[in-house]
């Protein structure tokens, strides 16, 4: 096996050959009129075998990934596909061109010269000129082993990106449907705004905040867990459909479904409620799915199909955890219901475990339930202990007005209908409060400004939020986040 540390030692060589020979390795820009392969290829689609076209001179720029024939033929690779050079050694090299021969795989070049189909039907340019645009000194992983190695896969995202077409095509897909999204939105008059990162309280959501420092302002702040809070500020004044699609920070656990910054879509609407933002979810959904290539919504997955074309099921959480263990939760005092919870193997409460009833619902829920939702399903009715930002129910005050979308076993989406109420919500804070003076590293904090702005009167609302991480896994086949992030977080 050839040492990489000679193979760079080797080009390194060439590459000083070349510049004494006058050669510019990197030089500033290319021809702006460059042609990407896939239009040479519609364009000459009737050329026939053996056949050239002297006044078809083009000029294409790219990767070089095969060679052939010492330096003759050459695949040489764009963003739109791959078209072949034949480069006649003979000809004339101009001062600072590259010589053919001197081609590296890996190399990204510039070939100026006249389009032709060789004998064996191969649509070619005939190289007049070449030009080196980047020098490569390191060896590319084979292009049809692929590269195997996911540690490297994920650290070099860039070498993936060369060795492994899918990995493209998943970027691509993740930009169409985050495109996809905006616009969809923005078709329903909703404004795109933004939002701080950095959060002098962490809120929005219970999630273990990252910690920084404001050097300048001289005072400790935190990655922003969500965006919810500002966003509904901005509806107390006066706007009334706002979204926002931007990075989120938690500190906490990697898997293959978590990653500590993430992408959430969050959208406030007011003069709403949890169901309107419930159908907007599916509509969202639907729109999502098209984009990544799935007009009727059938989401192919792990050897099953996701439907997100029709009317998604909706159930309470506390019926499904009945259906699936008998256990009638509304009929539960609090004692029982933790009891219950650690009969099904949930850890008491003073090693962590549910401390009040809806904590223990939700546990159940979470450990039975929630694997068997492989069918897109609304989860309604969660616990009001669960949901410190949500509107109590009206049918049960244990219960927020509050849903999740569920498929495939995974959490894609989070709604309810907004708490409005200045007082109810500064007693949910002073609770979280409490919880995190007695350990809980993701309570949230008492937000003053948030609940000043809360007295100014914030109309009725609902909101929603989307993992576009997680959603566009479902929609590109892929096992792991790592996978549809393009530089996910890793260890050392």
Same mark, same amino acid.
């Given at each position: 096996?050839?040492?990489?540390?000679?193979?760079?030692?080797?080009?390194?060589?060439?590459?000083?050959?070349?510049?004494?020979?006058?050669?510019?390795?990197?030089?500033?820009?290319?021809?702006?009129?460059?042609?990407?392969? $896939?239009?040479?290829?519609?364009?000459?689609?009737?050329?026939? $075998?053996?056949?050239?076209?002297?006044?078809?001179?083009?000029?294409?720029?790219?990767?070089?990934?095969?060679?052939?024939?010492?330096?003759?033929?050459?695949?040489?690779?764009?963003?739109?596909?791959?078209?072949?050079?034949?480069?006649?050694?003979?000809?004339?090299?101009?001062?600072?061109?590259?010589?053919?021969?001197? =081609?590296?795989?890996?190399? =990204?070049?510039?070939?100026?010269?006249?389009?032709?189909?060789?004998?064996?039907?191969?649509?070619?340019?005939?190289?007049?000129?070449?030009?080196?645009?980047?020098?490569?000194?390191?060896?590319?992983?084979?292009?049809r082993a692929g590269l195997r190695d996911t540690e490297i896969r994920y650290r070099r995202r860039y070498l993936d990106m060369l060795a492994t077409p899918e990995t493209v095509r998943t970027l691509r897909t993740r930009s169409a449907v985050v495109s996809a999204l905006r616009r969809a939105l923005e078709t329903g008059d909703y404004l795109e705004v933004e939002t701080p990162m950095l959060h002098g309280v962490p809120g929005g959501a219970t999630a273990r905040p990252f910690r920084t420092r404001h050097n300048a302002l001289g005072r400790e702040m935190h990655l922003r867990i969500a965006p919810e809070l500002h966003l509904k500020r901005l509806l107390v004044g006066g706007l009334e459909r706002v979204f926002e699609m931007n990075r989120c920070f938690r500190n906490e656990g990697l898997s293959v479904r978590h990653d500590p910054e993430f992408t959430t879509l969050e959208v406030y609407r007011a003069y709403a409620d949890g169901a309107a933002m419930m159908d907007l979810a599916g509509a969202l959904l639907r729109t999502a799915a098209a984009a990544a290539g799935f007009p009727d919504g059938r989401v192919p997955f792990g050897g099953r199909t996701l439907d997100f074309g029709g009317p998604i099921p909706a159930a309470a959480m506390h019926d499904l955890v009945r259906g699936a263990t008998g256990i009638d939760f509304p009929a539960l005092d609090p004692a029982r219901a933790m009891a219950e919870a650690v009969r099904l193997g949930a850890p008491p409460a003073e090693a962590g475990g549910p401390r009040t009833w809806g904590h223990a619902l939700e546990w159940v829920f979470g450990a039975v339930v929630e694997p068997t939702l492989v069918r897109p399903t609304f989860v309604t009715a969660l616990p009001l202990d669960v949901s410190p930002l949500a509107r109590a129910s009206d049918d049960d005050p244990r219960l927020a007005d509050r849903f999740e979308l569920y498929a495939n076993g995974w959490e894609l989406a989070n709604g309810f209908t907004e708490l409005a109420d200045p007082r109810e919500q500064r007693r949910r804070f002073e609770a979280q409060a409490a919880a995190a003076r007695a350990g809980d590293e993701e309570a949230m904090g008492l937000d003053e400004d948030y609940l000043t702005a809360l007295e100014v009167g914030l109309p009725p609302a609902g909101g929603l939020g989307i993992g576009i991480d997680r959603l566009v896994m479902l929609l590109t086949g892929s096992p792991a986040i790592r996978d549809v992030i393009a530089f996910p977080t890793l260890r050392d």
């Open positions: 096996m050839t040492n990489p540390c000679d193979v760079f030692a080797a080009r390194r060589a060439r590459l000083h050959a070349l510049e004494a020979a006058g050669v510019c390795a990197y030089p500033a820009g290319a021809a702006p009129a460059r042609v990407h392969a $896939a239009r040479l290829h519609a364009a000459h689609a009737a050329l026939a $075998a053996g056949q050239e076209h002297p006044e078809a001179v083009v000029t294409v720029a790219g990767r070089i990934r095969a060679v052939r024939n010492s330096g003759l033929f050459m695949d040489l690779s764009d963003e739109s596909g791959t078209i072949q050079l034949f480069a006649d050694r003979d000809r004339p090299v101009a001062p600072g061109a590259l010589p053919p021969g001197d =081609v590296q795989l890996g190399d =990204v070049v510039e070939a100026h010269g006249h389009v032709r189909r060789t004998a064996r039907g191969e649509l070619s340019v005939a190289v007049h000129s070449l030009r080196l645009l980047a020098a490569n000194l390191h060896p590319l992983p084979d292009r």
